[in-house]
């Protein structure tokens, strides 16, 4: 394949990760928790449910479905949702608003040696991520175990309240809600790794970035650490998902409608099933997780 054929088989470099929508049993609840704990606001709301963000950019999608059940843990989608922070100090407003909020939600802390992050769940257990990105050019690509170029990624201790005492100022904290956060990736649960490369890598358009010992992938565009992750830590050959509480649908950006359009062609070519309408891509992935794909 000629490298002008391999590009047009990728994904774009300016892509960007957009709202995660989740399906909630308790509405009040959970909305209370993005609310107070992470210092989202509610940007529009009906009978669909409430989008919270930050400014002007839709983070979350709380919709309601009081009629499904909570997945086990071993079931197939979502593993966290990461938001992204753009210093340490919005990052540090926000551990701790949450940590105060509700302290048994705190699930761990370690630099990555891209990132820094800090882990919680929400009250119905889904999985969130809070980090803040280190500089591109301190990142290390390297050769993997298979061969192939891959970021340097690691779990290296990062004490939450040391972390605290150097970064969480009173400015930040009183600024929490005017910082600016986005979804800077999406990890998912999934049956096997190898399944999950051939569906996000080969057909979908994103770049293996990194793999941990065949239990996890990383993927991105333009060269970012991940957009994307899948592990099998808690659903090794987990089978497609029924419908349940939980992840709803990820949403991808890309700038140009004829973008959705050769992605469209990718999935028609592997035998995906999808709805386009033009400027947007609607699928799943080999474990029912949905997937959205918008030009703009």
């Given at each position: 394949?000629?490298?002008?054929?391999?590009?047009?088989?990728?994904?774009?470099?300016?892509?960007?990760?957009?709202?995660?929508?989740?399906?909630?049993?308790?509405?009040?609840?959970?909305?209370?928790?993005?609310?107070?704990?992470?210092?989202?606001?509610?940007?529009?709301?009906?009978?669909?449910?409430?989008?919270l963000?930050?400014?002007?950019?839709?983070?979350v999608?709380?919709?309601?479905?009081?009629?499904?059940?909570?997945?086990?843990?071993?079931?197939?989608?979502?593993?966290?949702?990461?938001?992204?922070?753009?210093?340490?100090?919005?990052l540090?407003?926000?551990?701790?608003?949450?940590?105060?909020?509700?302290?048994?939600?705190?699930?761990?802390?370690?630099?990555?040696?891209?990132?820094?992050?800090?882990?919680?769940?929400?009250?119905?257990?889904?999985?969130?991520?809070?980090?803040?990105?280190?500089?591109r050019?301190?990142?290390?690509?390297?050769?993997?175990?298979?061969?192939?170029?891959?970021?340097?990624?690691?779990n290296?201790?990062?004490?939450?309240?040391?972390?605290?005492?150097?970064?969480?100022?009173?400015?930040?904290?009183?600024?929490?809600?005017?910082?600016g956060?986005?979804?800077?990736?999406?990890?998912?649960?999934?049956?096997?790794?190898?399944?999950?490369?051939?569906?996000?890598?080969?057909?979908?358009?994103?770049?293996?970035?990194a793999?941990w010992?065949?239990?996890?992938i990383f993927?991105?565009?333009?060269?970012?650490?991940?957009?994307?992750?899948?592990?099998?830590?808690?659903?090794?050959?987990?089978?497609p998902?029924?419908?349940?509480?939980g992840?709803?649908?990820?949403?991808?950006?890309?700038?140009?409608e004829?973008?959705?359009?050769?992605?469209a062609?990718?999935?028609?070519?592997?035998?995906?099933?999808?709805?386009?309408?033009?400027?947007?891509?609607?699928?799943?992935?080999?474990?029912?997780?949905?997937?959205?794909?918008?030009?703009g």
């Amino acid at each position: 394949m000629n490298l002008q054929a391999k590009n047009q088989d990728l994904l774009p470099a300016d892509l960007t990760m957009g709202t995660v929508m989740l399906k909630v049993g308790d509405m009040q609840r959970m909305t209370a928790y993005y609310q107070e704990a992470l210092g989202l606001e509610p940007l529009a709301e009906g009978l669909g449910g409430v989008y919270l963000g930050r400014g002007n950019r839709p983070l979350v999608h709380l919709a309601p479905a009081s009629g499904l059940r909570l997945p086990s843990r071993g079931e197939a989608g979502l593993f966290h949702t990461a938001f992204l922070f753009a210093d340490r100090s919005a990052l540090a407003a926000t551990i701790a608003s949450a940590a105060r909020y509700e302290p048994r939600l705190y699930a761990g802390s370690a630099d990555h040696l891209v990132s820094e992050a800090f882990y919680f769940t929400d009250p119905e257990g889904n999985g969130i991520e809070l980090y803040f990105d280190k500089p591109r050019d301190t990142w290390e690509w390297i050769l993997g175990a298979d061969g192939r170029r891959e970021v340097h990624m690691d779990n290296v201790a990062l004490p939450p309240h040391l972390y605290l005492q150097n970064h969480l100022t009173e400015e930040a904290a009183a600024g929490q809600r005017e910082a600016g956060a986005a979804i800077g990736h999406v990890h998912l649960q999934v049956g096997d790794t190898q399944t999950a490369e051939e569906f996000y890598v080969n057909t979908l358009g994103f770049e293996r970035t990194a793999g941990w010992h065949g239990q996890a992938i990383f993927v991105s565009a333009g060269g970012y650490h991940h957009h994307m992750a899948m592990n099998v830590w808690n659903s090794r050959g987990a089978g497609p998902r029924k419908d349940t509480l939980g992840l709803g649908e990820v949403l991808i950006h890309v700038p140009h409608e004829d973008e959705v359009g050769a992605l469209a062609e990718r999935l028609t070519f592997a035998g995906v099933a999808h709805h386009h309408t033009g400027a947007e891509l609607r699928f799943e992935d080999p474990w029912r997780n949905r997937l959205r794909v918008a030009a703009g």
